[in-house]
């Protein structure tokens, strides 16, 4: 391929839940306090059985997206591509790619009658320059985000109100 262009597309993954708290309370939630409700112990680029104590989101663009482990080691995630809050944020998505295949995961959050509709949808499949491996890698994540976003994250932000 040339020019960094897929020849072939893969749709986003796209997950959609509503919460019962404020856009305010739910940004920080996903973004400030992601340690206390994503599931480190299976789902971070632990390395030679190291614990993953904390994962961070520097809030602004530019800023990494990072899990730390127990012996101070570092491992990015990706980098902050848009940060409005309370209402989205953006961020490259690396973990386990080379920047160049670097993918994007954009986070909404909307006022709703039952408090707030949270919108994650992970794209940029076709960065992977493969149409099997990006369609694998896409099933692989559809299942992920319902766990780690529609369980994890609605749980930790419904009690979080």
């Known amino acids: 391929m040339s020019d960094n262009v897929a020849a072939f597309t893969v749709p986003p993954v796209v997950k959609t839940i509503t919460v019962k708290c404020s856009p305010e309370r739910a940004f920080r939630a996903f973004t400030a306090e992601a340690a206390r409700w994503w599931p480190l112990a299976t789902h971070s680029m632990r390395g030679s059985g190291k614990k993953v104590e904390i994962c ?5 663009v530019g800023g990494r ?44 959050f909307t006022p709703v009658p039952a408090g707030t509709e949270v919108r994650l949808t992970h794209s940029g499949w076709e960065a ?9 890698r896409r099933r692989d994540y559809d299942n992920g985000w319902a766990s780690v976003f529609g369980d994890c994250f609605r749980r930790y932000a419904d009690g979080a109100s």
């Open 56 to 60: 961070c989101f520097e809030e602004r």
């Open 128 to 136: 992977l320059g493969d149409v099997a491996a990006a369609e694998a």
């Open 65 to 108: 997206v990072y899990q730390r482990a127990e012996d101070g080691s570092e491992a990015d995630w990706g980098r902050i591509l848009a940060w409005d809050p309370p209402r989205h944020f953006a961020f490259s998505w690396l973990v386990n790619l080379a920047p160049e295949q670097a993918q994007k995961v954009a986070v909404e």
